[in-house]
């Protein structure tokens, strides 16, 4: 299979839902909640993931590569989806991992090495160089930045936008999505930007990296992006990355139970606790409608 081929398999599955969520909270403060299933895009590339490879394996492609290196953590659900892709175009793919060979295999590592990717480890030190500077690559392997990190990744995400109604009633005001490198959120601006959207971008941060962010989206979207064009909600980390308390894991419990939609603690866990803990304290605006993107991730609910 090429681009092409893998990219009309997986398009068949867009646009995602949108489904809306009814309870007594939200009635209470006069707001509706709507979940964008961006998780239901595929069992794999699931959420953000396809549209933040789409246009970059693409420009792999088309540069007259087939070989492609990148690097995450012991649970990327990144590499996970980019090794997953290589596999069915039958690209070769490296992924440098932050950790130890002698540690426990996460069942996302088990996956990536089992699609035949290859797995370099890396210590903690050896991982902030690469962030910094790519590793030195054979000239036929392509380079794609942590978590997708790229222009190309922004223009993937930005197409969210093109499957939102147009009608005005049917439009939303607030769009909440989990934030971790920023690429997300970068793309959801330039979606507003390009087509004029009224809608306020709400970025839940699920790790504590401060200022990395809004620094990120800056550079992403090539502009000086203040704290007056989206929010980003702090406070909602449960420690730091894929940390989890007792209350979070209670939330998800019964999220799932009364709305039968999956959330994982890594991220959507964090981004609709979030969501309902905001509309408690009476953040969003009396009279509007919410879209709070599933942005995937729960092949990460495996331990
Ligand atoms: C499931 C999931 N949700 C949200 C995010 C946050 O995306 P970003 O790193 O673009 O901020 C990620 C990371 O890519 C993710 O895997």
């Known amino acids: 299979m090429n681009v092409r081929q893998v990219s009309h398999l997986y398009s068949l599955l867009r646009p995602s839902n949108i489904q809306e969520i009814y309870s007594p909270l939200l009635s209470s403060h006069q707001v509706r909640l709507f979940v964008k299933r961006d998780d239901a895009i ?34 990327s659900n990144f590499l ?70 790229s222009e190309l990744a ?3 995400v930005k197409e969210t936008f093109y499957e939102l109604p147009l009608d005005k009633n049917a439009g939303f005001d607030y769009l909440v999505s989990a934030a971790a490198t920023g690429t997300t959120l970068a793309g959801y601006l330039k979606g507003i930007e390009q087509l004029k959207r009224n809608v306020r971008i709400v970025g839940v941060r699920v790790l504590n990296n401060d200022d990395e962010i809004e620094e990120k989206v800056r550079q992403l979207t090539k ?54 803990d905001l509309i408690q304290q009476g953040y969003f605006k009396p009279g509007s409608r919410i879209l709070l993107v599933h942005c995937g991730g729960l092949q990460g609910k495996r331990t």
């Open 80 to 149: 996970h989806a980019l090794s997953y892709v290589c596999k069915h175009l039958n690209w070769h793919c490296d992924c440098y991992v932050r950790g130890y060979p002698q540690q426990s295999f996460t069942p996302m590592l088990q996956d990536i090495k089992g699609w035949g990717a290859r797995l370099i480890f890396c210590d903690k030190q050896e991982f902030r160089n690469i962030r910094q500077q790519a590793p030195n690559l054979p000239k036929d392997v392509f380079w794609i930045p942590e978590g997708g990190f």
């Open 154 to 156: 922004v223009k993937g």
């Open 223 to 276: 502009k000086s992006i203040n704290s007056t064009e989206f929010d980003l909600v702090r406070g909602y980390e449960f420690g730091g990355f894929a940390k989890r308390d007792e209350r979070l894991e209670q939330f998800i419990t019964s999220f799932e139970s009364i709305h039968a939609i999956p959330i994982e603690p890594v991220y959507s866990g964090k981004s609709f606790f979030a969501t309902f």
């Open 42 to 75: 595929h069992s794999v590339i699931s959420g953000n993931k396809w549209r933040k490879i789409k246009h970059l394996l693409h420009h792999v492609e088309q540069s007259g590569f087939s070989k492609v290196a990148s690097m995450g953590g012991r649970y």
